[in-house]
């Protein structure tokens, strides 16, 4: 998602009961994933660049081996890019190995070997946009920034703005909305990145979401409409 302009947006109304019953439904429902375990940078960033492109199954899959054989930014700065893109095989999309490679010899070289924490610093490396920076900046130094995938941006269309179809929204408002809602915590306001994402990953998906299961159908403005009786 590309942050286009940021206009101000007052916190909706609803905002607090939406992070609360968020918040309770990810402590009982979220997936226990081997990045979620780690707030190493490194690691955190290896996920983020996998997961642009590729199913969480399968990045499970190759994360572990791809950081087995890189374990930090120092030694993928050293390899040679035909053991970076083997390592990366059966993953696709390999512009984003490169992008990654560049980034290590970009970050060793420039900045000491340590990523920056700040998203306006992690947005200059190769192959980050505003979404990358904003995870990294989130799930790796708990800052309380928003992080606008897909996924978010479709939960917050629904449920703030009762956009449930293709009606293109304004990328800057949305991620003035999502800064709107990111508590000030930067702990809390990791789960809270996680815990929407989540839910657009498993609930209020993209071509039915699945409302009834929803823990935060009560304060939706999309669901509030949608039939009660509706599975779909
Ligand atoms: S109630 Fe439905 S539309 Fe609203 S957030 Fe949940 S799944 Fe999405």
Redesign the pocket.
Known sequence: MGRTSTPRVRKPANAQAFTRKLLAWWARAARDLPWRRTRDPYRVLVSEFMLQQTQVSRVAEYYPRFLERFPDLDSLARARPRAVREAWDGLGYYARARNLHSLAKDVTRRHDATLPSEPDELIKLPGVGPYTAGAVASFAYEKPVPAVDTNVAR?LR??FLGI?GKRKTDDGRLWALAAALVPKSGKRAWKFNQAIME?GAL??VARK???PQ?P??PV?R??KA?RTDATG
């Open positions: 939960v629904r449920m449930n839910l609930i209020c979401p699945r409302c929803c935060v159908r939706c999309t669901g949608r």
